[in-house]
């Protein structure tokens, strides 16, 4: 058995060559079948074979016709601990695009899940599930937000808690300002009003969120029925202003203003209950939220080294579990041989406690050279110690 | 006994309090505040079992029972990652308190008052728990103007620190104070029921604990929301230290 992988990703493939060789799920399923014991991982940012075997001439083919053109200096080849490492920082987030990202993992259980794999592959996928789900439970890599209109969310949702049933005000149709209502309505929270310049594109917008179209002059109107504000206009000047702020006794009205330059009137921070952020204050929450998942990043880098020495481990017990089933196998032959021997000499009373003191003593004996086999496999002489015990026995013949 | 078992709460309390600095160790702090309360209720137990009545009448007895209220009350409403900065203003006041209790002899076994121990559980268990309450609904008040300026000043690292929304620590606090003032309401009347019998007259520190119940209890009236609420819940707080200074004069003398 040897644990191989070929593949190439963002890291060393442009996004017009990743296009080419990136598959659906089934297409990907195929694949893998058509390699034996496999499994096709592939998504917008990687395409990854992971197989048992150690020759890697079809994968390669494979990866080649599916691109076109020959991938050499592109794709990268890992073996063995080298590609268990690669498949659980990948299962961890850890050589997404975005660290800690989280639909890789799902991505990564949907491959294995496609195909049925060999014993190798299904230990290794299931060990690449476990560190996944255990860097996003024992690190916080995945819990700050990676883009302005996440964090504009995530903001949101540290002033309310809970953000269902908070009502949204969105005015303009910004791109930027659409993903952060998309954001928020993900959340839980509901798209009230949509104000802009031009009410037909309002309307567009209140067929995509729901809510209410509003010509951009009544946006104000509307601001003590609200709990966000989100701002996206090409205005050249203000469109909201502190004095348009309605009493609100406390209640408060979080803004988000993504447009340059800026929609909202910078007075209307200074109210109390209302907490005002433009582009550069996301883009500076963002930027060090990603500090942050880089300090979460290592922590999680120690978590997936630690994984990848249990790998090692279980593949070294490979080596030396043969060696040892031979052994317990061929001590046990020798004690019902024995034991036959003695058919008709002995009462039945006396059988059982000849069972029984002699299976003692053969577990005994082989208690201890059992344990240092297992250890010695996880360091190099995993091998040499299995063929000593075979010469030593002799059981060359059973290999 | 009760020095065996005052150690290992005060280890685990100080554990948990620095602990808790750090979010990497912050699990472990939740379990040192679960094996220092576990060993202070032990504590507890032996103090009531090899006392004649009620041990924590006197000022350093029921600053132990105090911390316990205080802890005991963390441990219900705050004990989660997330208000790790809660557990970070907690306990170290807990660790502080709970050593001059002991400092004052009121960890030790033995001490015990003419009063009624009826009369004591009532009122002093009441009024204490309600106290602890206060506490809790001053530290969460206290997180909560510290993360609404850090909100309102747009720090960027505001996302970085974990903390409960300011919505959650705001509905914590008013909940902790709304528990708390009926418990304050039966200590009172549990102490004027006494009075009454007693033929005594209202001293200072009486007058003092029905000022402070008729603030909480306009708290919960008027239902103050955001900064306005965490300023009351701790402009309140400073009557309970006041009371709990003055406490150490002979209330129950």
Request: aromatic share 8%.
């Amino acid at each position: 058995m040897t644990l191989s992988l070929v593949g190439l990703s963002h890291r060393v493939a442009p996004v017009e060559l990743r296009e080419r060789v990136t598959l659906d799920r089934d297409a990907a399923a195929t694949l893998a079948r058509s390699l034996g014991d496999a499994v096709c991982l592939s998504t917008c940012n990687r395409t990854e074979l992971y197989f048992d075997g150690a020759s890697d001439v079809q994968a390669i083919a494979s990866l080649e016709e599916l691109a076109g053109e020959s991938l050499d200096g592109v794709l990268y080849r890992r073996l063995e601990e080298d590609a268990a490492l690669h498949l659980f920082r990948v299962a961890a987030g850890l050589d997404s695009l975005v660290p800690g990202e989280g639909e890789i993992l799902g991505q990564v259980r949907a491959a294995f899940e496609a195909v049925s794999c060999g014993p190798l592959l299904d230990h290794v996928f299931s060990q690449a599930l476990s560190v996944g789900k255990r860097v996003r439970t024992e690190t916080a890599i995945g819990e700050s937000p990676a883009s302005v209109s996440s964090a504009a969310a995530a903001l949101a949702a540290q002033v309310f808690g809970d953000l269902a049933g908070r009502r949204v005000l969105l005015i303009g149709a910004g791109r930027i300002g659409e993903l952060a209502a998309q954001n928020l309505a993900s959340r839980g929270a509901e798209i009230a009003f949509v104000a802009n310049r031009t009410v037909e594109t309002a309307k567009e917008l209140t067929v995509r969120f729901g809510g209410r179209p509003l010509a951009l002059d009544r946006a104000a109107s509307v601001l003590g029925e609200v709990d966000v504000v989100v701002s996206s206009t090409g205005a050249p000047d203000p469109v909201l202003f502190a004095a348009d702020i309605p009493e609100r006794r406390h209640r408060p009205l979080f803004l988000i203003d993504i447009a340059v330059p800026r929609d909202l009137d910078a007075a209307i921070a200074r109210i109390d209950g209302c907490f005002l952020y433009d582009i550069d204050d996301l883009e500076a929450v963002v930027s060090e939220t990603l500090a942050g998942r880089r300090v979460e990043a290592e922590r999680a880098e120690e978590l997936v080294a630690e994984e990848t020495l249990r790998f090692q481990a279980w593949r070294a017990s490979l080596e030396v579990v043969p060696a040892i089933a031979s052994l317990r196998a061929r001590a046990e032959e020798i004690r019902s041989a024995e034991l036959a021997k003695l058919n008709g000499r002995v009462t039945d009373a006396e059988r059982r406690t000849l069972e029984s003191v002699t299976a003692q003593i053969m577990n005994k004996l082989l208690h201890l050279p059992t344990v240092r086999m297992k250890e010695a496999a996880i360091g190099a002489d995993g091998a040499a110690y299995a063929d000593a015990v075979r010469y030593l026995f002799g059981l060359e013949e059973e290999r | 006994m009760v020095e065996l078992l005052f150690w290992p709460a005060l280890l685990g309390y100080g554990e948990a309090a620095l602990a808790y600095a750090n979010a990497r160790t912050s699990r472990a702090a939740t379990w040192g505040v679960r094996v220092g309360w576990l060993a202070q209720t032990a504590l507890l137990g032996v103090q009531a079992a090899r006392t004649d009545g009620f041990p924590w009448s006197s000022w350093a007895g029921s600053l132990n029972l105090f911390v316990w209220l205080v802890v005991s009350a963390y441990l219900i409403w705050g004990c989660r990652p997330r208000y790790r900065l809660l557990g970070l203003t907690v306990m170290p006041l807990a660790v502080a308190l709970f050593v001059v209790a002991r400092v004052g002899g009121g960890t030790q076994a033995g001490h015990s008052s003419s009063y009624g121990n009826l009369f004591l559980v009532l009122h002093v268990g009441f009024v204490l728990a309600a106290f602890a309450g206060f506490t809790l609904a001053a530290a969460l008040s206290g997180l909560y103007i510290w993360q609404e300026r850090r909100l309102k000043r747009r720090a960027s690292d505001v996302l970085l620190l974990r903390m409960p929304p300011l919505g959650s620590l705001e509905r914590l606090s008013r909940r902790t104070i709304a528990v708390a003032v009926p418990m304050l309401t039966l200590g009172l009347i549990a102490g004027f029921v006494r009075l009454r019998t007693d033929g005594d007259s209202i001293d200072a520190l009486e007058v003092m604990t029905v000022l402070t119940w008729l603030g909480y209890g306009a708290f919960l009236v008027v239902r103050p929301t955001g900064r306005n609420a965490a300023y009351a819940a701790l402009g309140g707080f400073v009557l309970v230290i006041v009371l709990r200074l003055a406490l150490s004069g002979s209330h129950f003398a």
